[in-house]
Structure formats: C-alpha cells, structure tokens
C-alpha cells in the first residue's frame, strides 16, 4: 500500500539527519506512532521547518511509501510554545511525550493518547496547577487508558464497592475482609477520590485542582507504586525532573 494519508497529532520528537533533513517521531489518532522523513526540513523557508518542531500539533499530510513515510506537508494549529518559558514545564513536557513514546505502537489508534497530551500541555502552558501533581495525573492517566491502572472501585478479591486498603505487594484495593493477612494501608477518603477523579474526569477538567502538600505526598506513594510497575524503564527526562 502506497499513498498519500491524512493524519492528526503531533511531534513526540525530532531528530537531524544529514544536512538539511529531519526525522520526526509523530503520535497520530489514526495510526499510532509512526516515524517520518521530513526532506528539507532544516532548509530556510521550508514549509517543514515548523512542521517538524517538537510538540507540533495540527494535520499531516504523509506519503506512505512502501517502507517508510515521508512528511510532505502540515497545518500545525498549536506550538505549545508557552511550554519553554519555564524550565519545570519545559522538563515535564519532554518526560510527558517520553512516556507517550513508551506507549505508543504504530497501527495502534492513539486518538486518547493525544488528546490528553494536548490538554496536558496546556495545564502546563497556563500554570495554573502544580507540575508535580500534573506530572502524577498524567502518568496515572495514561496507565489507565493503556488497562494497566488499579481498579479504585472496588475490592480486587471479592469486587465489593468501596474497598479503600491499598495492597502494595498486588496493588490492588482490598476490603476490610480481604485486607486480612495481606500487606496493606488505609486510604484516607480524599486520596481515594481524587485517584477515582483522576481515571474519570473528562480531559477538560482533568487539570482542574490543586492538592495540599499531605494529600499530594499519600497519592504520590500510590501514583508511583503503580508507575514502576506498569513502565518498566527509565525515562531519561525523569532524571531532569
Ligand atoms: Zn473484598
């Protein structure tokens, strides 16, 4: 199959080649992540040039060719360019597409993945909540659009409603039944919420809240439990962080 495609999303990274040209890994809605060859795209006055930009965001025209793909041309509606005015935002955004990168396989509709990046970005533009409590939603977030969040409805062994004992070893919610003879720690009322909050607002509201520095320190134990689990290598922005 060859020919010329439609997609939507935007630039995870880029990447000089040679002396004029770029590779850009893209996040697209309908097929995942692919790479793309941007010929030119280090030229004065190529239409690419900004194309290719990392966290780009708009509609690219690519060529699939029979191995490979080739930016032809773009309609970029954000550059998130509020993003480099800070250093915390700047940081947080690579570790962010970082982990997008992480999830992201080609053929793989990545329609929910790039909307929460967009939104994301913007919660970072705006400065408005804490980058450590945006850094948290996101990585529990995209854990849980990937299946692979705790349940926070519901007891992991007998599936009852309102189970609120963390399971650290299963990371799991027990009830109080079930909580007996595993290693487990109470959930205070507010953390449960906020963790329920964080898997079910829309993208909209996502952003919406600040914590106090206790709440944020008790989620902060869970959010990570769940991340080193579920993202079995280390992000190298993480180290910025
Ligand atoms: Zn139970």
Redesign the pocket.
Known sequence: MSGLLLVRGLVLSSMPIGEYDRRVLLLTKERGKISAFARGARKANSPLMAASRTNAMGEFEIFEGRNSYNLQNAHISDFFEGLVNDYDSMVTAAYVAEIADYYGREGLDASLMCNLLYVTYKALEKGEVDKKLIRLVYELRVIDINGECTDFFK??????EG?DNFDKKDLRL??D??AQGHYTQKISPQALYTLQFIVTAPLTRLYSFNLKPELFKELERIVEAIRQRAIDKPMKSAQLL
Request: glycine share 18%.
């Open positions: 007891c992991g062994i007998c599936g009852k189970a027990l009830c039944n079930d």
